[in-house]
């Protein structure tokens, strides 16, 4: 049986998830899961996972959920080349250490300012949050300084001088934001080289195609019915207040 996926692109660990796939040439199915529409929140969704988050995969009967939990599982069940997801215990730390540190700050930096620049204000109608917005963009630009400064310091990917799966990881959440319109990248020379390096690797087309849903979003027509549950999930992450 093929492998399932499912997803939502307008996610970035989605967008992971799938790019890698991608990159390994693994043969699999799409499940879509339109968070907009609340499908995560169904009786068949949630039955598959009570946290009713996605990605979710599974393999021949086998379910697994967490990003960075698929990330590693894949690179082993497809036993991707070794400097996806390295085998040597220091290089792999580094890897490692990148994943664990990005949950508490890439990933809600980037969401933050795509939450409170383009979701919020399409889904509520209301304006932007300009002094919430202004310290979620001082976040991220305290966490772009140390991807900078530290993970591509001296190297010339995240965790060494070829790619691993933290770049992907890495990668699709500093392209949420531009759901927004807004560049994060454009004063970073040294993070814009570093997305270079990236795209090239997976190949550019692929790229654009897993993020044409995030790319086209600020255009995209808010949903007749306001999901009031994503709504709330978004003001809390952002610290809206009611």
């Not at 998830?17 to 068949?44: C, H, K, W, Y």
């Amino acid at each position: 049986m093929a492998l399932e996926v499912y997803c939502d692109l307008l996610s970035q660990p989605c967008r992971a998830i799938i790019l890698f796939l991608r990159a390994l040439e693994v043969p699999f199915s799409t499940m879509e899961i339109s968070l907009l529409t609340g499908d995560n929140r169904t009786e068949q969704f949630s039955s598959l996972n009570p946290k009713m988050m996605v990605p979710v995969i599974v393999d021949d009967g086998f379910v697994l959920t967490e990003s960075v939990a698929i990330m590693k599982y894949l690179a082993a069940r497809y036993k991707a080349a070794d400097h996806w997801y390295p085998a040597d215990i220091q290089q792999r730390a580094k890897v490692d250490e990148y994943l664990a540190w990005q949950h508490f700050h890439t990933r809600p930096h980037a969401m933050k300012v795509f939450h409170l620049e383009g979701l919020l204000p399409k889904l509520t109608g209301q304006p932007v949050k300009e002094v919430l917005l202004s310290r979620a963009l001082r976040e991220l630009e305290e966490t772009l300084d140390l991807l900078e400064n530290m993970f591509l310091k001296g190297k010339k990917f995240l965790c060494a001088d070829d790619i691993s799966i933290a770049d992907i990881m890495a990668i699709c959440e500093l392209m949420q934001p531009l759901g927004a319109g807004r560049d994060v990248l454009v004063k970073r020379s040294r993070l814009n080289e570093w997305k270079r390096r990236v795209v090239d690797h997976l190949g550019r087309q692929l790229f654009e195609d897993t993020h044409r849903v995030i790319f086209s979003f600020k255009d995209l027509q808010p949903p007749i019915q306001r999901p009031s549950h994503l709504i709330a999930f978004c003001e809390k992450l952002c610290g809206v207040s009611s």
